[in-house]
Every structure is written in structure tokens, then in C-alpha cells.
């Protein structure tokens, strides 16, 4: 015959079985960590290259629009990775704009480029894809374009 005492103590033991089960569960599920599928974001999240053409982009339903006349002004965002390998970035853009990806090893001292296709869309927009961008350990990746005046661009799309 088990006292009460004795019923107890097997009861805190099996609530204590069951708690460290669902502790390393939930930390096994913690260090599982899934990567992101691709990301999209408004092209208001870059920036000029030169300081001196700030004036010249509008912001423009989340996207940018080249305001100045003359010529073309590069406009370019960081996007972040999540690990490195070979990454394709996507640009929606209006027509006279060309749109380029690149990345950086760590020290900024080896840039990497990919192919280039171009898609048009049925309303006057297109989508320019770089693909085969290798993004080393440690490394950036940047996309941008150099905007025709009165130009826009729309949104920036990679799988980090």
C-alpha cells in the first residue's frame, strides 16, 4: 500500500517528466530556425547614391520617381540576407530605367554580378530579374537602377 506522501511524490515526478518532454520540445523547435521565402518591399527603403540627387526623388505610392530633369540618377537599396549563396533580386520599374544587383564580400574589397532579364508588363511597367548574384559569408547585396527622369520605380524582390 503507497501513502498519500508516497502518491504525491509520484505525482510531482510525472509533472516533472512531462514539463522537461515539453521544455526540450520547445527548445528543439527553438534551434530549428526556418529561412524566409522571398521578401518584398517598397523601393522607398533606398536611397540615392549621391548625396546631391536627394532632391530629385519623390516618394510615389511607396515607390520613387525621379523628379529632375536630364539625366539618369541611381537609386539603390540594401537588402538583407539571411544567409550567403546565390540570390536573385527582382526590380519593378518603369521602361527607361535600368536596374542592376551586385554584391560585396565582407571587406567591400570583391563585388559579384549576375544575368539579366527582363520581363514587360501589360501595363507599361516591367520587372528586371538578376539571378546567379553570389552573396558570400558575411557579404551585402544591393539592388538598384538608374532612373530615367520622370521615371519610377516600384518594388525591390529577393529571397535572402
Known amino acids: 500500500m503507497v501513502s498519500n506522501k508516497g502518491r504525491n511524490d509520484m505525482r510531482i515526478a510525472q509533472i516533472s517528466k512531462g514539463l522537461c518532454a ?3 520540445g520547445v527548445l528543439a523547435s527553438s534551434a530549428y530556425v526556418e529561412r524566409a521565402e522571398a521578401r518584398t518591399v517598397a523601393a522607398a527603403i533606398g536611397k540615392p547614391v549621391f548625396a546631391s540627387n536627394v532632391s530629385c526623388f519623390n516618394l510615389w505610392s511607396g515607390g520613387v520617381q525621379n523628379v529632375c530633369a536630364g539625366a539618369a540618377r541611381t537609386y539603390e537599396a540594401s537588402l538583407p540576407v539571411d544567409a550567403s549563396g546565390t540570390k536573385s533580386v527582382s526590380v519593378t ?6 536596374c542592376h544587383a551586385f ?5 567591400d574589397t570583391s563585388a ?4 539579366t532579364s527582363i520581363v514587360v508588363l501589360a ?21 538598384g537602377c538608374d532612373v530615367a527622369s520622370n521615371d519610377r520605380i516600384q518594388t525591390f524582390e529577393w529571397a535572402p
Open 22 to 24: 515539453i521544455g526540450m
Open 123 to 143: 501595363s507599361g511597367w516591367r520587372t528586371t530579374t538578376m539571378s546567379g548574384i553570389f552573396v558570400p559569408v558575411g557579404g551585402s547585396l544591393t539592388a
Open 112 to 115: 559579384w554580378v549576375g544575368t
Open 103 to 107: 554584391a560585396n564580400n565582407k571587406d
Open 93 to 98: 520599374h518603369q521602361p527607361s530605367s535600368n
